[in-house]
């Protein structure tokens, strides 16, 4: 069938899927280090001021530029807030909780958000990074309690112990349940704790 280009539509053809993240810095070497052991990544080319990085089957994910100029992050600046990365359970996202803080990455923040379980972080520029797990089965099923009660009255989350989750997982308890979200009164987006600035990274 031959496409007809100019053919009127209600909206613009979707891409297939988010192919990857570039990102400036004015600490090269850190952010390679940091983001090779964050993701457990490999890089596909990388020199002294470019490095393109990926973790699956895409070529690259993650690619960070030293490029010139670059200046420190200012945090209250308008851009990108966040990125996340999903895994296939809680085990996992536990797993890399605690394979991260044994190489000296801590979180920022854990929180139940509803429709996932989340562990953030944030990367020697002060970048954010989301690592979660879906909490429900089917995206209809997360839809529908994202348009709950529940979910109008706190759209943040309920804060968690990742060790907590860790010590539930190891006593065998079943991660369908660990996924529910607790009960909690409302709560605002001034809730959410601010990260403090970040560390120095240990060489990869």
Do not use: C
């Not at 192919?19 to 090779?36: C, D, I, S």
């Amino acid at each position: 069938m031959v496409v007809d280009f100019d053919r009127p539509t209600p909206k613009v053809k979707s891409p297939s899927r988010l192919a990857h993240v570039v990102l400036r810095t004015p600490r090269y070497q850190g952010m390679v280090n940091f983001y090779k052991t964050f993701l457990g990544a490999e890089a596909t080319y990388e020199n002294d001021f470019l490095a393109f990085l990926t973790y699956d089957e895409e070529h690259h994910r993650i690619a960070i530029g030293a490029v010139p100029g670059t200046t420190d992050k200012i945090k209250t600046s308008a851009g990108l807030e966040h990125m996340a990365f999903t895994f296939d359970s809680l085990e996992d996202l536990a797993l890399a909780y605690r394979r991260r803080k044994s190489k000296g990455i801590e979180p920022i923040w854990s929180v139940n958000h509803g429709p996932t379980t989340s562990i953030y972080y944030q990367d020697p520029d002060g970048n954010q990074l989301e690592t979660q797990v879906d909490s429900f089965d089917t995206v209809e099923a997360a839809n529908e309690f994202m348009v709950s009660p529940a979910f109008a009255e706190n759209p943040v989350g309920v804060d968690f112990d990742p060790e907590d989750l860790v010590k539930k997982l190891q006593a065998g308890e079943p991660e369908k349940g660990l996924k529910v979200r607790p009960s909690s009164g409302p709560r605002g987006i001034d809730t959410i704790p601010v990260p403090p600035p970040p560390l120095p990274v240990k060489a990869h």
